[in-house]
């Protein structure tokens, strides 16, 4: 949605040949696929736990929940969870964080 915003506001003329259906398709396949490999990758790390414990203390079953039922070491999972949540966060609010600059240059 920044780059949307983006294009209209720095190029108005050529929205309509830089935001095309081809576009949009490109941009929401980007975002949904590299949901769905960084989520699949968290499930798998997840699955391939040995269980060893049965009860879930919390109300919710989340992944830190269901670490604890394993016996196994957790550590990779902690690892990529941390880089999971700073590459997904980073890379929001940095495409965000840059559009929006570019836009405030353009209107100064």
Do not use: E, H, Q
């Not at 190029?11 to 398709?25: C, D």
């Not at 490109?26 to 049965?54: E, P, Y």
């Not at 079953?61 to 269901?66: E, F």
Request: proline fraction near 3%; charge should be positive; hydrophobic fraction near 50%.
């Amino acid at each position: 949605m920044a780059f949307d915003r983006y294009v209209a506001i720095c190029n108005p003329l050529r929205y309509a040949a830089i935001m095309s259906p081809r576009m949009v398709v490109k941009l929401t396949l980007f975002a949904w696929g590299s949901a769905f490999v960084l989520v699949g990758v968290l499930l798998g790390l997840t699955i391939r736990l040995n269980r060893c414990r049965t009860l879930i203390r919390n109300p919710f079953c989340d992944n830190a929940s269901l670490f604890k039922l394993s016996c196994d070491s957790v550590v990779i999972n902690n690892i990529y969870g941390l880089a999971f949540t700073a590459v997904l966060f980073c890379s929001s609010i940095g495409s965000i964080v840059l559009t929006y600059t570019k836009i405030t240059i353009v209107c100064v």
